[in-house]
């Protein structure tokens, strides 16, 4: 029952103890007692019940009881850390024991190896169990047994055995009612999900069975440190490193398993690392490899040596002695049989070039590049990352780039399986090494053309493919529901200066259930099949030129594209135009309010020095046709407008050349419409849209308490043009809940992913409707990002705060040149100029830009 119902049976044991019962009777009350405590609770507590228990099962005088009780005892010990105390209770317990109780004992003995991450003994004891536990037709432990073989399958890479073991330890659970295991049994499917490479499954089953431990009311850590793999995975590590932390810190609370606490250590080690945190990730390592030592388990701790070497590293620790101590790592973990022995190499391998021991790095490098070949897609772009190093090491550029596109297309088959556009924009970090190591070799074999194409190769992925559409799962419409609803009332307490601290934890905890969910889509779109193809650009761009600017070495490069031919010019350093693009950022937030008209000559002096770094030479060979700028995610805030040389021209923006391609070649819809929507508490009240509407004659209108999302999206849903005005908040720190302010709440980025096609053109006339947070290798979330790959070939949107009066005789012009059949990107040029002099309406026009091609 302790596995079915945990907390009826710790009940029911503790009301046994309070009749007097006989010792037999009392000893398997307090081993129940111990199971829940070693499990659930307070290990110390758990040792007490347990050797009393022992002494009772002795006094009972019941060979198999007491057997039965040494090995509850024995995990217990091993999760204390005594391992050896642990062992040699199993010892007394096997000797004890016959058949069926013996049978038991070696299951949880082989648990206890599993641990110890000494794998072969763990399947030995496995193997002389499962036949006896068959024959007794005990189907609990036998389902127990083979979920564990299953497991220990995963541990090695054995990913077929494992699976039909666990489909075979499934048939058995649904026979039965034990809760508590059947939640075991899902997490481990989750385990077996991830290591076959299916992160959407993965995170669904894992969230499945936290649901039902919920419901039992037990704790989680084994799932939490499981958990934490798969969110780095999936380019989560900020999450993983919070969800571990919290787990350790409720582990010490409750004074539970120290082995638990060394792999919830490992694994916040893990995701500082990936987190780009390395002294918070070398802290978190060494007292892992110190618990796991004192443990006795020198697999798991050789794992937390080979973080704690990576941390090393990225702090700047480098030396021979580091190399020898990867060196070490690699060796151990291969005579192990572990997955991440090629990554150990590989570090061996980077350390020993950066210096300069060529020799020794051909060496490991050599090793870890074994691994390209064949395993799981982690360990194969281990091996093409070696390849590469050994390539660029012997001097071969042509190597270099075919190691990197072997490697980057292993990532490929591994995004596409990612149906979130959150997972697939942050996977894209696991291969930005190879896209940097390809745009290097690519700038020493010369040929513009060629630096091009590996700038485009791992640029703005995300946008090549729409996201899964998110199913009509109820929970989820739910979850959106209920969020706007929160998230307009926590919004109107703020705004009537009396904020509700519960309705902002409600709406955090409504926002991690929307992310979670949107996580489980598998992808089910591979984009359009096409690699990028500079002559298929050049002939499509006509008399229109398009910039792409690369960041090698902290400098940026501008790619010139037109005429039938690519060039290459030298910009400036990469951190200095993106110190001067936040200044001018400051300066427009200041111009957009009146009275600031003296930080103008400052702004435009901005934009002088930002046009020398960010197109150099380039610039005087613009020419005078309409211009595309493809800027790197780390530059898209830049008001490009403001660059002299594009200030009065027609121009537009496209997070890749590619994606600039798919929006030329996107038709409108037919039949299409315009849509008009008006949101709340904007300081002119949207005076734009009585007119337009005037002008449309035909638009469908949503204002006031029409104004509400479900009715928008439904209207959005396939539009020929769409203008919203109405209130927009970027958040930073989860981009796809930047939001438009609409009658019942926030219109988010996951309610735009729902609709089966974006509006062909769409123009958001408020507040920071641009701004996209930078994520992955060079991938961007935001509003327009979100639009782009739905069917959007248009946006205009603004980067930057601005003046809602000034916005209307902007919107009027710009809707006067649509009405005339210009583009999005002509007639936001002939709005500009019609704006008046001052320094607010030069702003606001500064602040907007078009995106796509429409």
């Given amino acids: 029952m302790v ?69 509850t005892l024995g995990v217990a010990l091993v999760h204390a850390g005594r391992t050896r105390q642990g062992l040699a209770s199993f010892e007394r ?58 497991t220990v399958h995963l541990a090695l890479g054995a990913v077929d055995r494992a699976d039909a073991d666990f489909a075979a330890a499934e048939r058995l659970w649904d026979t039965t009612g034990q809760e508590h295991d059947k939640a075991d049994a899902v997490e481990s499917r989750g385990l077996a999900a991830f290591r076959s490479g299916d992160i959407p499954a993965a995170l669904r089953l894992l969230d499945d069975a936290a649901e039902r431990y919920a419901r039992l009311g037990t704790p989680t850590f084994m799932l ?78 050789t794992h937390a040596r080979l973080v704690l070497t990576e941390a090393r590293s990225a702090a700047g620790r480098r030396s021979g002695r580091l190399v020898a101590d990867a060196a070490a790592v690699a060796e151990r973990l291969a005579s192990f049989g572990s997955p991440a022995a090629p990554q150990a190499s590989l570090l061996a391998g980077r350390i020993a070039l950066a210096l300069g021991r060529t020799a020794d790095a051909e060496r490991h490098l050599a090793v870890a590049a074994r ?131 519960a309705l902002e934890r409600e709406q955090r905890r409504l926002e991690r259930e929307i992310r979670s969910r949107t996580h489980h889509m598998r992808g089910d779109s591979p984009g359009d099949g096409r690699r990028f193809d500079p002559a298929r650009l050049l002939a499509r761009l006509g008399d229109t030129q398009l910039v792409e600017l690369a960041v090698l070495g902290g400098r940026v490069h501008v790619l010139l594209c037109g005429q039938g031919r690519v060039r290459r010019f030298e910009g400036g350093p990469t951190a200095a135009a993106m110190a001067e693009a936040e200044h001018v950022q400051a300066g427009l937030r200041r111009l957009a309010h009146p009275g600031a008209e003296a930080r103008l000559p400052l702004v435009e002096a901005a934009g002088r020095r930002l046009e020398e770094l960010l197109l150099g030479g380039a610039a005087a060979h613009l020419g005078g046709g309409p211009l595309v700028v493809v800027p ?16 009065e021209r027609v121009l537009s923006v496209s997070p890749s050349a590619g994606s600039w391609l798919r929006a030329r070649e996107t038709e409108p819809p037919p039949g299409g419409r315009p849509v008009l929507v008006r949101g709340p508490g904007l300081a002119t009240g949207g005076a734009e849209v009585p007119e337009l509407a005037d002008r449309y004659g ?37 981009p796809l809940f930047s939001s438009l302010r609409m009658a019942d709440g926030p219109l988010i980025v996951h309610d735009f992913e729902r609709l089966r ?98």
Avoid at 706 to 730: K, M, N, S
Avoid at 829 to 850: K, N
């Fill in 224 to 301: 939490s440190v499981r958990r934490c793999e798969v969110l780095m995975a999936a380019g989560l590590a900020p999450e993983a490193l919070a969800e571990a932390d919290a787990a350790t810190a409720l582990l010490d609370r409750i004074g539970g398993q120290s082995t638990r606490k060394a792999e919830l250590l490992l694994a916040a080690a893990r995701a500082a690392l990936t987190a780009g945190d390395p002294h918070t990730a070398i802290d978190r390592a060494a007292v892992a490899v110190r618990l796991f030592a004192g443990q006795r388990r020198p697999w798991w701790q």
């Fill in 698 to 734: 035909t638009a469908t209108v949503l204002e006031g308490g029409l104004a509400q999302v479900p009715r928008v999206l439904d209207e959005l849903d396939g539009a020929e043009l769409a203008h919203i005005a109405a209130h927009g908040t970027f958040r930073a720190d989860s």
């Fill in 371 to 501: 691994s390209r070949h064949g395993g799981p897609a982690t360990a194969r772009m281990t091996g093409w990352a070696a390849q590469a190093l050994r390539a660029r090491a012997a001097g071969s550029p042509r190597g270099v780039l075919e190691a990197c596109r072997r490697g980057l297309d292993v990532l490929d088959d591994h995004r596409t399986t990612l149906g979130a556009s959150e997972l697939r924009a942050r996977a894209t970090a696991q291969g930005a090494e190879l896209a940097a190591l390809a745009q290097e070799a690519s700038l020493a074999l010369g040929g513009p053309r060629r630096l091009l194409v590996w700038s485009e190769r791992w640029r703005a992925t995300v946008l090549s493919a729409p996201p899964a559409r998110p199913p009509a799962d109820p929970a989820l419409l739910s979850g959106l529901t209920a969020f706007r609803e929160i998230a307009a009332r926590a919004e109107a307490a703020r705004m009537d200066g009396r904020p509700v601290p």
């Fill in 757 to 854: 096609r974006s509006p062909y053109r769409i123009i958001l006339s408020s507040c920071d409707t641009a701004r996209l947070a930078s994520v992955g290798a060079d991938e961007l979330l935001g509003l327009v990002t979100a639009l782009l790959p739905l069917g959007t070939a248009g946006v205009v949107a603004s980067s930057a705060p601005v003046n809602d009066a000034a916005v209307v005789p902007l919107m009027l012009a710009l809707h006067k040149g649509l009405d005339a059949g210009l583009s999005l990107a002509e007639s936001l040029r002939d709005a500009r100029a019609a704006l008046p002099g001052d320094a607010v309406h030069q702003a606001t026009g500064w602040a907007f830009a078009a995106f796509g091609a429409a």
């Fill in 632 to 647: 790197p995610g780390a530059l898209h805030r830049v008001p490009w407008a403001l660059l002299p040389s594009l200030r």
């Fill in 3 to 71: 596995f079915a119902d945990p907390g009826e049976a710790r009940a029911r044991a503790e009301e046994v103890l309070r009749t007097g019962p006989s010792p037999l009777h009392a000893c398997v009350a307090h081993q129940v007692l111990g199971i829940w405590q070693r499990d659930f609770g307070d290990l110390r507590v758990a040792l007490r019940h347990l050797r009393r228990a022992r002494d009772l099962a002795a006094r009972a005088e019941s060979a198999e009881r007491e057997a039965d009780v040494l090995a």
């Fill in 93 to 150: 317990g096997v000797a004890r024991g016959g058949g069926h109780t013996r049978a038991r004992v070696l299951y949880r003995r082989a648990y206890v190896w599993w641990v110890l991450g000494r794998h072969r003994e763990a399947l030995e004891d496995v193997r002389r169990a499962i036949p006896v536990l068959r024959q007794a037709g005990d189907v609990i432990w036998t389902a127990r047994a083979l979920t564990l073989r299953a």
